[in-house]
């Protein structure tokens, strides 16, 4: 079983910064971030794995950055350039056994274990 815990949320101004943090408290091989927005489904972000590859939702790529430190096992959203569209909930996600891999529509494959979530909220 992995926890994951989240921190970083909070409130911006449109065109601000914030940075999101992901502790696990085992290891994973691969973690991300979803968010949704009241009324909406849940979207994939962004995606690390092990081997340092990544993936990003179209809405987020050029503005949105996700690294991670292994030997800490905590991944990192860094958003830059916020949009009042970017105001959701944010749900850090990993797993342990199964590579990770969101699509289009809210699906995804992976992930296996959440975070209880985050706050963004972007003001124009």
């Known amino acids: 079983q992995v926890q994951l815990v989240e921190t970083g949320g909070g409130s911006v101004q449109s065109g601000g910064s914030l940075r999101l943090s992901c502790e696990a408290s085992?290891?994973?091989?691969?973690m991300g971030w979803f968010r949704q927005a009241p009324g909406k489904e849940r979207e994939g972000v962004a995606v690390i794995h092990s081997n340092g590859q990544t993936d990003y939702a179209d809405s987020v790529k050029g503005r949105f950055t996700i690294s991670q430190d292994n030997a800490k096992n905590i991944a990192y959203l860094q958003m830059n350039s916020l949009k009042p569209e970017d105001t959701a909930m944010y749900y850090c996600a990993a797993d342990n056994e199964k590579r990770c891999a969101f699509y289009d529509g809210g699906y995804y494959y992976g992930f296996g274990y959440w975070g209880q979530g985050t706050q963004v909220t972007v003001s124009s």
């Open positions: 085992g290891y994973t091989i691969c």
